[in-house]
């Protein structure tokens, strides 16, 4: 156990709300569950930037400050947006969306589970995407018994290599199943090698990502987005295009920000999904 400080945007319902993990969760009030790879760790908010989290300052500094992407200041990140879109008709939306979205961060999640995940996502909304994860991790994944509960990680690729169509079919995949199928084999096989495709270019990762049955743009762009980290990198969904349509005048201005077009479009389909009051128009 320690207590870690946090001098930036962190909000931890948020980010667990957001759309681009689907295992975190508030266990007991105000105590959040995060998990990667075989890790867990819970997080309580006490004080203003104070966390207390259930490992060591050393484990803290050696996984979790990567993932939670600790070392970029999301709030200069907002501010350079706004800069970036001064005298834009639509900045008063970017900053609503900022504000409604402090404390949102892109997270550098396991690259496998996101794949997979993303792949279950498909014409899914998030409580569905959710149960489906869980159901997979519950038959397949190894367990490991906390303070607060037991839960099991998400079963690695050489796990699920060994199940069956039915195994696969129990966990009620539908038309994803075959999908889900080609993506553990070329990945155990590795004709998608997952660990080395850190080393492409932004073009060649998705063009490799997308070899997989039924990964297309938007799955490609997401894998790349929440665990390879490309911030440049924007998958469209349906909320993002109708951002696209009807805030931005069917203009896809996210490309205007380079670097930050990830981290835009995360704020963007936060607040979209979750924050709007009928829609905003800019004009």
């Known amino acids: 156990m320690a207590i870690i400080k946090i001098d930036d945007d962190f909000d931890m319902r948020k980010i667990a709300d957001s759309g681009q993990c689907f295992r975190a969760v508030e266990v007991q009030p105000n105590i959040f569950r995060f998990i990667t790879k075989n890790t867990v760790v819970y997080i309580k908010q006490v ?15 050696k996984t979790w400050v990567n993932y939670f992407d600790l070392n970029r200041s999301y709030a200069q990140i907002r501010e350079n947006m706004v800069r970036m879109s001064t005298n834009r008709p639509y900045v008063d939306y970017l900053k609503e969306a900022f504000e409604f979205g402090k404390g949102i961060r892109i997270l550098k999640q396991d690259h496998f589970e996101t794949l ?70 070329k990945v155990n096989n590795r004709t998608v090698d997952l660990e080395t495709l850190h080393e492409l270019s932004d073009s060649n990762l998705l063009e490799v990502l997308q070899k997989i049955r039924g990964v ?68």
Not at 225 to 234: A, I, T
Not at 249 to 272: C, D, H, P, S
């Open 116 to 185: 997979i995940s993303f792949i279950i996502s498909q014409r899914k909304n998030i409580p569905a995407i959710r149960s489906s994860v869980e159901l997979m991790c519950e038959s397949f994944g190894k367990l490991i018994r906390t303070q607060y509960e037991n839960v099991n990680v998400f079963p690695d690729v050489q796990t699920l290599s060994y199940t069956s169509a039915y195994d696969l079919a129990s966990l009620k995949l539908g038309y994803r199943g075959p999908y889900i199928r080609d993506a553990i084999d």
């Open 47 to 61: 004080g203003e930037g104070k966390f207390d989290v259930s490992c060591s300052n050393a484990d803290w500094e």
């Open 216 to 283: 297309g743009p938007k799955v490609a762009a997401c894998v790349a987005l929440y665990s390879y980290r490309r911030l440049n990198v924007m998958p469209i969904d349906v909320w993002i295009q109708r951002a696209i349509d009807e805030d931005f005048k069917g203009n896809n201005v996210f490309y205007e920000f380079a670097e930050y077009a990830g981290i835009l479009q995360q704020y963007i389909f936060f607040f979209k999904r979750l924050g709007e009051k009928g829609y905003w128009l800019v004009g």
